[in-house]
């Protein structure tokens, strides 16, 4: 029976083949061949009775069990004890005896009591051997040695769960515990099962103490092991004629024999059951422990995950949202600017057709009246003395002073159209409009130009003195940039260093500003082959500390309300870097000026 669960159905033939042999050897009738061929026939219904009786207990505890191992469940163990142990035998036993009678090596009479005799060994036998055959394919299974095709193990036992290993000594001591501690319990069930069995004073019960331990220590495979040492030490010492189990009646010795064992055996099988229901119920408990902890930290880590996320996608809402405002002012300023350049240049194209007219007339004019004044003066040498009333009309005329003060005008006209041709040069240059958006220019035109446009801010007034602008220009090569764009910044930046100028000035007077003059510096030199660097320095009130690093940040102004917007500087600070590759940065002291930096590459990555 233990064979064939532990193997599968193919060990039937050897079942067939192993009792055949056994009855044939006790049953054989060797007077000739013919009794002998006689004797074999019942032999083989024996073997034939016996290996279906195997096999039908086999299938029905498979069956039953739903092919678990039999021996780890209570309600298994029932089954397996009833199943290989009472209709198995019975099949046994039934077609053995019958086979018997028939071929008259049995009386009728006898049936019923070599029925029992046979029933009970056949019982004692699967009782003693098969649960040591299957505790051990158990055993070496769990210890990974997976060459049984015995499929007892249940799939939601995690054999391979993650142990923690122990420490060399203590290591060490369960080695040496694993194997004195069973050679301990082996000696004492020898000891006293000689003198309980061998002795006559009836000590059988001290075994059950040793049994007991052994289930608790030695796990299901030691304590059958050791049961079947108890049932081999009772067999033989019955069989023999000693111990409480010896009758004069070799039925009731059998029954006595076969209670004893059945006891321990069912004590032994239901104990370990138990033990390993509980140690299952235990490592299941473990595990839904560690699942539900690791469901917990899952989710604990999938909330933090989908927090961040959301962190995430609200700064990158309030970015997109700032950037959208930024944007919108950015396009609102840059429209402003565009609008403003194309009214620039239109005024600049308006005014410098008439200008150039009257420009280029003048000097024909000026040819025209020193003309006349030469006829005239031709005409008083010849008519020295004029009429009277001609005197008197000349005389009103102040023709001397006319003479001398009309090539003064003539040249102060000439003066103003050269500075309103300049003016609408400058414009035009400001504005760039009818030019590429990136074009290879001369940056100091784009400075002069600004210069030219804020003149009027630069010049003199009744609180103070002209300022200084002080420029000193290195050699530049041509630039390739946004020549409008940048234009814009010189503007953003001249215009602010006006504005800190003006607003030093504040409680001093006339003189003391003449004094310490308001002055603008503006420096220009190439750092190496592709970078050039402009700085544009004053004398102002400064920028304190605090606000130095927000002072390119959009909507971040130090003016009051209607004196600025917080965008120029912002504005600057993009075209520089991402417009033109550059950098822009601002090194100041506050009540001691300040300096804004930018460099630029020469060649524009994106020309």
């Not at 009646?249 to 032994?268: C, E």
């Given at each position: 029976?233990?064979?064939?669960?532990?193997?599968?159905?193919?060990?039937?033939?050897?079942?067939?083949?192993g009792?055949?042999?056994?009855?044939?050897w006790?049953?054989?009738?060797?007077?000739?061949?013919?009794?002998?061929?006689?004797s074999?026939?019942?032999?083989v219904?024996?073997?034939?009775?016996?290996?279906?009786?195997?096999?039908?207990?086999?299938?029905?505890?498979?069956?039953?069990?739903?092919?678990?191992?039999?021996?780890?469940?209570?309600?298994?163990?029932?089954?397996?004890?009833?199943?290989?142990?009472?209709?198995?035998?019975?099949?046994?036993?039934?077609?053995?005896?019958?086979?018997?009678?028939?071929?008259n090596?049995?009386a009728?009479?006898?049936?019923?009591?070599?029925?029992?005799t046979?029933?009970?060994?056949?019982?004692?036998?699967i009782?003693?051997?098969?649960?040591i055959?299957?505790?051990?394919g158990?055993?070496?299974?769990?210890?990974?040695?997976p060459?049984l095709?015995?499929?007892?193990?249940?799939?939601?036992?995690?054999?391979?769960?993650?142990i923690?290993?122990?420490?060399?000594k203590?290591?060490?001591f369960?080695?040496?515990?694993?194997?004195?501690?069973?050679?301990?319990l082996?000696?004492?069930v020898?000891?006293?099962?000689k003198?309980?069995?061998?002795?006559?004073?009836?000590?059988?019960?001290?075994?059950?103490?040793?049994?007991?331990?052994?289930?608790?220590?030695?796990?299901?495979?030691?304590?059958?092991?050791?049961?079947?040492?108890?049932?081999?030490?009772?067999?033989?010492?019955?069989?023999?004629?000693?111990?409480?189990?010896?009758?004069?009646?070799?039925n009731q010795?059998?029954?006595?024999?076969?209670?004893?064992?059945?006891?321990?055996?069912?004590?032994?099988?239901?104990?370990?059951?138990?033990?390993?229901?509980?140690?299952?119920?235990?490592?299941k408990?473990r595990?839904?422990?560690?699942?539900?902890?690791?469901?917990?930290?899952?989710?604990?880590?999938?909330?933090?995950?989908?927090?961040?996320?959301?962190?995430?996608?609200?700064?990158?809402?309030?970015?997109?949202?700032?950037t959208?405002?930024?944007?919108?002012?950015?396009?609102?300023?840059?429209?402003?600017m565009?609008?403003?350049?194309?009214?620039?240049?239109?005024?600049?194209?308006?005014?410098?057709?008439?200008?150039?007219?009257?420009?280029?007339?003048?000097?024909?004019v000026?040819?025209y009246?020193?003309?006349?004044?030469?006829?005239?003066?031709?005409?008083?040498?010849?008519?020295p003395?004029?009429?009277?009333?001609?005197?008197?009309?000349?005389?009103d005329?102040?023709?001397?002073?006319?003479q001398e003060?009309?090539?003064?005008?003539?040249?102060s006209?000439?003066?103003?159209?050269?500075?309103?041709?300049?003016?609408?040069?400058?414009?035009?240059?400001?504005?760039?409009?009818?030019?590429?958006?990136?074009?290879?220019?001369?940056?100091h035109?784009?400075i002069?130009?600004?210069l030219?446009?804020?003149?009027h801010?630069?010049?003199?007034?009744?609180?103070?003195?002209?300022?200084?602008?002080?420029?000193?220009?290195?050699?530049?090569?041509?630039?390739?940039c946004?020549?409008?764009?940048?234009?814009?910044?010189?503007?953003?930046?001249?215009?602010?260093?006006?504005?800190?100028?003006e607003?030093?000035?504040?409680?001093?007077?006339?003189p003391?500003?003449?004094?310490?003059p308001?002055?603008?510096?503006?420096h220009?030199?190439?750092?190496?082959?592709?970078?050039?660097?402009?700085?544009?320095?004053?004398?102002?009130i400064?920028?304190?500390?605090?606000?130095?690093?927000?002072?390119f940040?959009?909507?971040?102004t130090?003016?009051?309300?209607?004196?600025?917007?917080?965008?120029?500087?912002?504005?600057?600070?993009?075209?520089?870097?991402?417009?033109h590759?550059?950098?822009?940065?601002?090194?100041?002291?506050?009540?001691?000026?300040?300096?804004f930096?930018?460099?630029?590459?020469?060649?524009?990555?994106?020309?």
């Amino acid at each position: 029976m233990g064979a064939v669960l532990l193997f599968g159905n193919w060990i039937g033939y050897g079942v067939f083949l192993g009792s055949f042999l056994a009855n044939f050897w006790a049953f054989r009738d060797a007077t000739n061949i013919l009794s002998l061929i006689t004797s074999s026939i019942p032999v083989v219904g024996i073997a034939i009775g016996t290996t279906l009786g195997t096999l039908l207990g086999a299938f029905l505890l498979r069956r039953s069990t739903k092919y678990r191992y039999p021996l780890e469940r209570i309600t298994d163990v029932f089954k397996f004890l009833f199943l290989t142990g009472a209709i198995s035998p019975i099949i046994n036993a039934t077609v053995g005896v019958l086979c018997l009678v028939l071929s008259n090596k049995l009386a009728w009479a006898s049936y019923s009591s070599v029925w029992l005799t046979w029933w009970i060994s056949n019982i004692s036998g699967i009782f003693i051997v098969t649960p040591i055959l299957l505790s051990c394919g158990r055993w070496i299974q769990t210890n990974h040695y997976p060459n049984l095709p015995w499929l007892f193990i249940e799939p939601d036992r995690d054999l391979d769960s993650p142990i923690m290993q122990p420490s060399a000594k203590r290591l060490w001591f369960l080695r040496f515990k694993a194997i004195v501690e069973p050679l301990i319990l082996l000696i004492l069930v020898i000891l006293i099962g000689k003198i309980a069995f061998g002795d006559g004073y009836h000590l059988e019960y001290l075994l059950i103490p040793i049994l007991l331990w052994a289930t608790f220590r030695l796990g299901q495979f030691g304590a059958t092991l050791l049961t079947f040492v108890v049932a081999a030490i009772a067999v033989v010492a019955t069989v023999n004629g000693k111990g409480a189990f010896a009758a004069l009646d070799i039925n009731q010795s059998l029954m006595q024999l076969q209670s004893f064992i059945g006891v321990i055996t069912f004590t032994i099988l239901i104990l370990t059951a138990t033990i390993s229901e509980r140690a299952n119920a235990e490592m299941k408990l473990r595990l839904a422990f560690a699942e539900l902890a690791r469901s917990n930290e899952n989710l604990e880590f999938r909330v933090q995950e989908r927090t961040e996320e959301l962190h995430k996608k609200n700064s990158t809402l309030n970015q997109t949202l700032q950037t959208l405002k930024q944007t919108q002012l950015q396009m609102f300023q840059s429209e402003k600017m565009s609008a403003l350049g194309q009214m620039v240049a239109g005024i600049a194209h308006e005014i410098n057709n008439p200008v150039s007219f009257i420009h280029g007339n003048l000097s024909h004019v000026s040819e025209y009246i020193q003309g006349l004044l030469t006829a005239l003066k031709v005409y008083q040498k010849h008519y020295p003395n004029p009429p009277e009333s001609l005197d008197t009309e000349l005389a009103d005329l102040e023709l001397n002073f006319l003479q001398e003060d009309l090539s003064k005008m003539l040249q102060s006209m000439k003066i103003g159209t050269d500075r309103i041709r300049a003016i609408v040069l400058s414009l035009r240059s400001f504005s760039r409009l009818d030019e590429a958006e990136l074009k290879t220019v001369d940056i100091h035109q784009g400075i002069d130009s600004t210069l030219v446009i804020l003149q009027h801010r630069l010049n003199a007034t009744e609180k103070r003195p002209a300022i200084q602008v002080l420029k000193d220009y290195g050699t530049l090569p041509l630039i390739e940039c946004d020549a409008g764009s940048l234009n814009q910044v010189f503007m953003n930046l001249l215009t602010n260093a006006i504005d800190a100028l003006e607003a030093s000035n504040q409680g001093y007077s006339f003189p003391e500003i003449s004094n310490k003059p308001n002055t603008i510096w503006i420096h220009s030199r190439q750092i190496d082959n592709n970078q050039i660097a402009i700085a544009i320095s004053d004398n102002g009130i400064g920028i304190p500390e605090e606000i130095r690093s927000k002072i390119f940040d959009p909507f971040f102004t130090t003016k009051t309300v209607g004196k600025g917007t917080g965008l120029g500087l912002a504005i600057s600070y993009q075209i520089v870097t991402e417009k033109h590759g550059g950098k822009i940065w601002v090194d100041s002291n506050q009540s001691q000026g300040s300096k804004f930096l930018i460099q630029i590459p020469v060649k524009n990555p994106r020309f």
